[in-house]
Structure formats: structure tokens, C-alpha cells
């Protein structure tokens, strides 16, 4: 069974850090590529970053382009997402997710976790 397991959100200043982390587990993590989607309140979800099974290509949305980074470890089953000049509308569940193959469409999420960006 896929599980994916986000941790690392919480409540910040803006411009401050966070680090979230995404627990993979019951898939070859090392074999796909991953991605973060938001879903701020009150809106759709939102695509932010994606990387490659590697980890030596990444996509960013232009929202957070120069603020987020993305990253994986593969040795872990980790996926990480470093977020930087954090401001009000970056506040959102954040969600790894799984694509069925290549960088087809989402087959599992984890569960969320939550950022506020407030002061």
C-alpha cells in the first residue's frame, strides 16, 4: 500500500523558513517522480514543484520560483520541500504526491500539512 506521510508545516512570519518533509513508503520511491501541490483555503489545488526520480531535474511554479526548493533522498524515501521569503499567500495545505508513471497524473497523496504565513 502507497503511503505518503507530510510533516514540517506550522505557523510562520512572513519572510521566514520552513522545511517540509514527505515519508514515502510502500513504492519504489527511487522510480518516480514527485511532486508538492497546495490547496490555499477557500481555492482549487495548486501545483507547485516537481522532481525527477534522480533528483537532478526540478519544476517550479512561477508563485514560488527562487523561494521554494525541492529535493529528494533517495536512500531515505524522502521528499523535501524548503521554502524560503515565506509571504501571506503561500498559507495552504501542502500535499506530496505520486504520479501513476513518468509525470502522468496523481494516483496517491498524503494526508497534508498545514502552513500559515502570518504575523
Known amino acids: 500500500e502507497v503511503q505518503l506521510v507530510e510533516s514540517g508545516g506550522g505557523l510562520v512570519q512572513p519572510g521566514g523558513s520552513l522545511r517540509l518533509s514527505c515519508a514515502a513508503s510502500?513504492?519504489?520511491?527511487?522510480?518516480?517522480?514527485m511532486s508538492w501541490v497546495r490547496q490555499a483555503p477557500g481555492k482549487g489545488l495548486e501545483w507547485v514543484s516537481a522532481?525527477?526520480?534522480?533528483?537532478?531535474?526540478?519544476s517550479y511554479a512561477d508563485s514560488v520560483k527562487g523561494r521554494f526548493t525541492i529535493s529528494r533522498d533517495n536512500a531515505k524515501n524522502t521528499l523535501y520541500l524548503q521554502m524560503n521569503s515565506l509571504k501571506p499567500e503561500d498559507t495552504a495545505v501542502y500535499y506530496c504526491?505520486?504520479?501513476?508513471?513518468?509525470?502522468?497524473?496523481?494516483?496517491?497523496w498524503g494526508q497534508g500539512t498545514q502552513v500559515t504565513v502570518s504575523s
Open positions: 504526491a505520486k504520479p501513476s508513471r513518468g509525470w502522468g497524473p496523481f494516483d496517491s
Open positions: 510502500g513504492f519504489t520511491f527511487s522510480s518516480y517522480a
Open positions: 522532481i525527477n526520480s534522480g533528483g537532478g531535474s526540478t
